[in-house]
């Protein structure tokens, strides 16, 4: 039997080409394993680093990672998206055009037998009220179309230096000494759930709460890390290919 694969925050499009040329490489070599023996592939937040649809138009430079994701799809593997904090303006690209459906709300889902949460993680931060609200502002329907106005050769520019700025705020700030993503899978744990895994915090974790199992997948901008279920166990593992 085939396993069940978790990954988030590789934030295609951060660096400059020469970086994105390697990470690009190994995430690609991680993908070509999933398809030998994977039957799901869930991505839990910020596969890019910026992304915004417009009606007839998507961003450039990713052609490589989106077309092995649907080649993906094509050969049976399951792939699910749920949005992080840098995908508030994914549209029906990806479930029309790749048939990989996408999550904008954290994830309650059965595999083989047990209770998976999957929430990306941003906006738990117990003194992040500020991101709250400003979520709830790039969510809003107005915005984006106002956004979409706006050629895309002037909102890129704008959007990534935003993103380049948001990442350095959440970096540097001092969340206080209670974790609120231990606080949600604690809950999430003693209502029954086997296996919370988030992202969002680019620290690979894995904390045993009673029964269940909390992961943080990290990212692939450092640690180049992923989780996988063999049907037993969910691993916290390290994509060791060069």
Not at 82 to 96: Q, R, V, Y
Not at 149 to 155: A, F, Q, R, Y
Not at 203 to 209: K, L
């Amino acid at each position: 039997m085939k396993n069940i694969f978790f990954v988030s925050d590789i934030h295609l499009g951060l660096h400059d080409k020469v970086r994105e040329k390697e990470k690009e490489r190994h995430f690609l070599a991680f993908l070509e394993q999933v398809e030998r023996s994977g039957e799901q592939l869930f991505i839990v937040g910020d596969l890019f680093d910026y992304w915004f649809e417009y009606k007839y138009v998507i961003p450039r430079g990713y052609h490589h990672v989106i077309s092995k994701l649907g080649m993906l799809v094509e050969h049976g593997v399951k792939v699910s998206y749920i949005a992080g904090n840098h995908d508030f303006w994914l549209g029906d690209f990806f479930p029309n055009d790749l048939g990989i459906p996408v999550y904008k709300d954290p994830l309650s889902v059965i595999l083989r037998g047990k209770r998976f949460y999957l929430h990306h993680g941003d906006g738990l931060a117990l003194n992040d009220a500020g991101y709250r609200i400003l979520k709830k502002i790039l969510r809003s329907r107005l915005n984006i179309f106002l956004f979409s106005l706006v050629h895309p050769g002037i909102t890129a520019p704008v959007a990534k230096g935003s993103s380049r700025s948001s990442r350095e705020y959440t970096s540097q700030k001092d969340y206080g000494e209670t974790d609120g993503m231990i606080l949600c899978a604690e809950k999430k744990i003693a209502e029954g759930c086997d296996v919370v895994i988030m992202g969002h915090r680019h620290q690979p974790t894995v904390h045993d709460i009673g029964k269940g199992r909390y992961i943080n997948l990290g990212d692939w901008i450092t640690y180049r890390t992923y989780a996988e279920f063999d049907g037993t166990t969910t691993e916290l593992k390290h994509w060791e290919q060069t």
